[in-house]
């Protein structure tokens, strides 16, 4: 064998090699494509949420009946129509979240079985208290609306009963596909509606209607009023245990993301890199660590300890100066574009301190609210990206895998 045809034939071999150790790796483990549920999953999952649905319209009719038995319920109100459905569509959601994640997210995403018992413990629990949460909210809102817009109407006990139960059925139903099918960017989305509505509802709720003068914590103190209070600080909490279930599939993403990078490096004889490499380690501790901030910003009122919600905060913000300036070394292989962006975030927040302080353009609230709204457009382009990163990378290894494939049959024919 000729010295160019032995390096042709190396070169296939390590190609052959690289791919069935990928495909062993990669596949296995799970990537881009297997968070879209089989077609035999999708429709057992349908199924069983159509049950879970029609059980709890009976269901929450037949409470509804109990309950209105001796008077005409309000739409919304002390113990209104609204108030029987959000507590039953909570607890229809939570329903539907525990048999979405038992039955179908952690067969098809088995890699979620990977976490320690306390981690599965906590991304069941997010999961459930963020459906559950929005559901109530849902039903609050929606009757408080059309209390409203039918100002003093009431209903019988049977239209009452009846808007109970299909309210009860609509939210496990929805539950239980949501979480069967949940991914970063559905998680994310889940996330921001649930931040915006428990503030605004907190905001509405406040006793004090001066709170914006100061910030926005102080519509998780007593000043604010007990309702507004609870509202505001178990959102955060609960925001705080969803950022840490969405940081394992961001993570997983990444993680997947640096096992091809490694394999490319392999299959052309080079080195893997050591430095310019996708970090998932690092923008796992700096997630988790922004998620337990939130937590602790929620369970650490201003109003109880100012030193310690301050410490708190100037953590949570060096976590995230950390993700936006290192972006390009914990995550290359995205695109240039994306890295500008993350600088100019970063950017943004400094120009956002600034406005605040010395400038005093706007006060503290403002500033709270352009932080906010930097972070959470980065983290939903960011899990996009990471996405769309992981796909194509994929793509190219297996174009890889086909090329050596067709090589080392044309040396073996």
């Not at 229809?92 to 038992?102: C, E, F, K, M, N």
Request: proline share 3%; with cysteine.
């Amino acid at each position: 064998m000729g010295n160019s045809q032995h390096q042709r034939w190396f070169f296939i071999r390590t190609c052959s090699t690289c791919c069935r150790w990928q495909n062993r790796g990669v596949d296995n483990e799970q990537g881009v494509g297997a968070h879209e549920p089989s077609a035999a999953q999708q429709l057992r999952s349908e199924s069983w949420a159509l049950w879970l649905g029609l059980g709890s319209t009976i269901f929450g009719t037949m409470v509804g009946l109990i309950g209105f038995s001796d008077y005409r319920p309000d739409l919304a109100g002390y113990q209104s129509v609204g108030v029987y459905a959000a507590v039953l569509a909570g607890l229809t959601a939570a329903t539907g979240s525990v048999l979405g994640y038992q039955r179908f997210l952690v067969v098809e995403q088995n890699w979620l079985q990977e976490f320690p018992r306390y981690r599965q413990i906590i991304n069941l629990a997010a999961l459930v208290l963020i459906h559950a949460s929005i559901s109530v909210m849902a039903m609050i809102i929606t009757f408080r609306i059309f209390q409203d817009a039918f100002l003093g109407l009431s209903v019988d006990k049977y239209a009452g009963s009846l808007m109970v139960g299909i309210s009860a059925g609509i939210a496990g139903y929805i539950a239980l596909l949501s979480v069967s099918r949940i991914t970063a960017q559905s998680l994310s989305g889940l996330l921001a509606v649930f931040l915006v509505t428990g503030v605004f509802i907190s905001m509405l709720a406040t006793q004090n209607p001066y709170w914006w003068q100061s910030m926005f914590s102080t519509l998780g103190t007593r000043a604010a009023g007990s309702t507004s209070a609870w509202t505001f600080n178990l959102t955060l909490v609960i925001a705080g245990l969803v950022l840490s279930t969405l940081t394992g599939f961001i993570v997983r993403n990444l993680q997947l993301l640096a096992n091809i990078f490694d394999s490319f490096a392999d299959t052309q004889g080079k080195p893997r890199p050591r430095f310019i490499r996708p970090r998932p380690h690092v923008v796992s501790v700096c997630l988790l660590g922004l998620g337990v901030c939130v937590i602790g910003i929620g369970l650490v009122p201003v109003s109880i300890s100012a030193p310690v919600h301050s410490t708190i905060v100037k953590i949570a913000a060096g976590f995230i100066v950390v993700l936006l300036l290192g972006a390009a070394l914990w995550l290359p292989g995205f695109p240039w574009v994306f890295h500008l962006l993350s600088f100019a975030c970063f950017l943004g927040l400094v120009g956002a301190a600034l406005l605040w302080q010395p400038l005093a353009y706007y006060n503290l609230t403002a500033f709270e609210l352009a932080v906010v709204g930097i972070v959470f457009g980065w983290l939903i382009v960011f899990i996009r990206t990471t996405a769309a990163a992981l796909a194509v990378k994929q793509k190219a290894l297996t174009d890889l895998r086909v090329i050596a494939g067709e090589a080392e049959a044309e040396v073996s024919g």
